[in-house]
T-cell receptor, first 116, second 114 residues
Framework: GAVVSQHPSRVICKSGTSVKIECRSL??????MFWYRQFPKQSLMLMAT?????????EQGVEKDKFLINHASLTLSTLTVTSAHPEDSSFYIC????????????FGPGTRLLVL | AQKVTQAQTEISVVEKEDVTLDCVYE???????LFWYKQPPSGELVFLIR??????QNEISGRYSWNFQKSTSSFNFTITASQVVDSAVYFC???????????FGKGTRLHILP
């Protein structure tokens, strides 16, 4: 099946710093990528949807100025957590979908963010 | 509005027992997709199955089977002869063609005891 990677897999940062997470589709062109957040022992909550070359669409309650999403190419989307705070500590998962098989999303392995 | 309900928060069974994980969904769309994912402690989501709304046939894959019933809006998942390696969180999810987002249920944490 299609492969989606995320980098880094784990990151620890100080409060107030910004953190960038990359999501790459390795063997297909991802016209759409999704970013999810998962707090411990909770479900995955969709944060935003990004289509290549256009602005991301954020879910209600997600601050677009805090969670910057860039989808500049068909194989790469980035999520930047700006001025991170301890409450941003979470597991961030991306998924990618090609333009031809829209019913299938391929999930990345996730990134664990810990903000001290 | 779309919604996925997994009423069982946590289940514990002894190894080799059969276990069924319940999933009830809500959607107004006539075309939609249902999914099951497994999330082991590592965190990575493992895709198990996708079923579209026009295919009500039950499916069996090894020890796993799925029962899709549109009449009750349910898509239940059964593990036969459970094994310790089946211990994980299982998520049921829904996606509608009109809105391509995947909506996840809250998950069921399954413990298989040796």
């Amino acid at each position: 099946g299609a492969v989606v990677s995320q980098h880094p897999s784990r990151v620890i940062c100080k409060s107030g710093t910004s953190v960038k997470i990359e999501c790459r589709s390795l063997d297909f062109q991802a016209t759409t990528m999704f970013w999810y957040r998962q707090f411990p022992k909770q479900s995955l909550m969709l944060m935003a949807t990004s289509n290549e070359g256009s602005k991301a669409t954020y879910e209600q309650g997600v601050e677009k100025d805090k969670f910057l999403i860039n989808h500049a190419s068909l194989t790469l989307s980035t999520l930047t957590v700006t001025s991170a705070h301890p409450e941003d500590s979470s597991f961030y998962i991306c998924s990618a979908r090609s333009g031809t098989a829209k019913e299938t999303q391929y999930f990345g392995p996730g990134t664990r963010l810990l903000v001290l | 509005a779309q919604k996925v309900t997994q009423a069982q928060t946590e289940i514990s069974v002894v190894e080799k027992e059969d276990v069924t994980l319940d999933c009830v969904y809500e959607t107004r769309d006539t075309t939609y997709y249902l999914f099951w994912y497994k999330q082991p402690p590592s965190g990575e989501l493992v895709f198990l199955i996708r079923r579209n709304s026009f295919d009500e046939q039950n499916e069996i894959s090894g020890r796993y089977s799925w029962n899709f019933q549109k009449s009750t809006s349910s898509f239940n998942f059964t593990i036969t002869a459970s094994q310790v390696v089946d211990s994980a969180v299982y998520f049921c999810a829904l996606s509608a063609r009109r809105d391509d987002k995947i909506i996840f249920g809250k998950g069921t944490r399954l413990h298989i005891l040796p």
